[in-house]
């Protein structure tokens, strides 16, 4: 079983900036889809944002489009969440997953992925 590890939430400030971390034990990562996702209190648990291992394209949000990025490093076996302009509604428990299968495109729904991370607050208040 792999075990994915996220890091670098906290609290931040409203227009605040962090980046989130995903150490992900996959052999050849970067044919594995990628991708991020967060959970409110009370709520269902939602997609933020993807990578395509099939073709290479980043998928959002709508609601955080221009503001978070997603990206990965292979060499590190780590993908990154960069979120700018961050807003209250963006408080959630945020978390990574990688797709299983190699080559399949990325999707912002939980069905897609097979390993997950235990998750990172990220508190967006001032």
């Known amino acids: 079983q792999v075990q994915l590890v996220e890091s670098g939430g906290g609290l931040v400030e409203p227009g605040g900036s962090l980046r989130l971390s995903c150490a992900a034990p996959?052999?050849?990562?970067?044919?594995?889809?990628v991708g991020w996702f967060r959970q409110a209190p009370g709520k269902e648990r939602e997609g933020v944002s993807c990578?395509?291992?099939?073709?290479?394209?980043?998928y959002y949000q709508e609601s955080v489009k221009g503001r978070f990025t997603i990206s990965r490093d292979t060499a590190k076996h780590t993908f990154y969440l960069d979120m700018n302009s961050l807003k209250p509604e963006d408080t959630a428990v945020y978390y990574c997953?990688?797709?299983?299968?190699?080559?399949?495109?990325?999707?912002?729904?939980?069905?897609?992925?097979?390993?997950w991370g235990q998750g990172t607050q990220v508190t967006v208040s001032g």
């Open positions: 997953a990688v797709d299983s299968v190699v080559f399949r495109g990325c999707a912002l729904h939980r069905s897609g992925y097979s390993y």
């Open positions: 996959v052999s050849r990562l970067e044919e594995h889809s």
């Open positions: 990578l395509s291992s099939s073709n290479r394209k980043t």
